[in-house]
């Protein structure tokens, strides 16, 4: 009963002062960003979030309002089209400024997001907004806070579910392998699970005559390559990735439909993922060699193969 009758002061004394409430509004979040907004970003407002620290600390028994707003712009990437996610986003990550830079207790933090259909920078923002006491209302107040600490509830945001559709997406790609015989234009297909976990097939063939010859006879050879490559990316903010499977590289007689040369085994590297759309995969491969005409396969150590592939990839979400 005495928990609640303090809440219920606090709260009507926030309502009755909010024409007057210190605010502090931070808008231009850049399109499509929520709480992994850079920290510079609000640096320029530090000294009007100091401010408003300052209010909470004077007055121990108020709270702060803080709101996530996104506009109406369509946000597609990873099917995420007006995420409201976005605003909790925002409101999060000045909540969690609030905390660690100016020390707020964050059991006096409420979160709440908006929405608006208009489109722009002022609509994209984070606020945050404190009740002033009223001076009627001080000596009622400080009466209260010689009680002993009452516990707030916090409002926390639950993390949106994500089911398995969403979370699976497909990668399509185009580009050219090296490989121990020369460079081969390549297609790929992976399926994705949140961006993180790729699996994938690797098909390459060459147009051109190979021209290579066995015991003066023209074989009219082509190039092929085949295999399959599992990527993870253990660091979502750094696009670096471990790859690893199988690669056959085949030298055909188009003449005879039988290889001349063969490369296959294991291989293990990294891939580098600078912009969404292009990858570059360097992988040691550690495979046998057969050669036409010899009777054993030959192990090679040391061989690189370097990817260069442009891709589109459709869903899968973090």
């Given at each position: ?42 640096e320029?407002y530090?000294p ?15 709270l702060a ?24 986003g ?9 905390v ?35 001076s ?10 010689k ?70 006879a023209d074989l ?29 590289v085949?030298?055909?007689s ?5 290889y ?6 294991p291989?293990?590297g ?16 550690t ?19 370097i990817f260069?592939t ?9």
């Amino acid at each position: 009963m005495k928990r609640s009758v303090i809440i219920a002061i606090v709260l009507a004394v926030a309502l009755f002062a909010m024409s007057r409430s210190q605010e502090v509004v931070i808008t231009g979040f850049p399109l499509g960003i929520g709480s992994d907004v850079d920290p510079g970003f609000f640096e320029s407002y530090y000294p009007q979030l100091q401010s408003l620290a300052d209010t909470l600390q004077k007055y121990p028994l108020s709270l702060a309002i803080v709101t996530g707003g996104v506009d109406g712009i369509r946000f597609d990437r990873n099917h995420d089209a007006q995420n409201p996610g976005l605003a909790v986003g925002r409101a999060q990550a000045l909540r969690n400024l609030l905390v660690s830079e100016f020390d707020i207790d964050p059991g006096r933090i409420l979160i709440q997001s908006s929405y608006s259909v208009d489109k722009g920078g002022p609509y994209r923002y984070a606020a945050v907004r404190v009740a002033r006491e009223i001076s009627n209302f001080e000596a009622r107040i400080d009466s209260l806070e010689k009680r002993p600490p009452v516990e707030i509830p916090v409002t926390e945001v639950k993390e949106i579910y994500q089911s398995v559709t969403e979370s699976m997406g497909l990668q399509l790609g185009a580009g050219v392998s090296s490989s121990p015989f020369g460079g081969t234009p390549i297609v790929s297909g992976a399926i994705t699970w949140k961006r993180f976990v790729f699996i994938e097939g690797i098909f390459g063939h060459t147009f051109w005559d190979g021209s290579y010859s066995f015991e003066n006879a023209d074989l009219a050879t082509r190039r092929r390559i085949a295999g399959g490559l599992a990527t993870v990316y253990p660091l979502s903010k750094i696009p670096v990735g471990i790859t690893g499977g199988w690669i056959r590289v085949e030298e055909i007689s188009q003449r005879y439909n039988e290889y001349v040369r063969m490369s296959e085994g294991p291989v293990i590297g990294l891939r580098v993922t600078p912009v969404d759309y292009l990858s570059v995969t360097a992988i040691q491969n550690t495979a046998k060699h057969n050669v036409i005409g010899d009777i054993k396969s030959r192990l090679k150590n040391g061989q690189f193969l370097i990817f260069a592939t442009i891709h589109v990839t459709f869903g899968g979400g973090r």
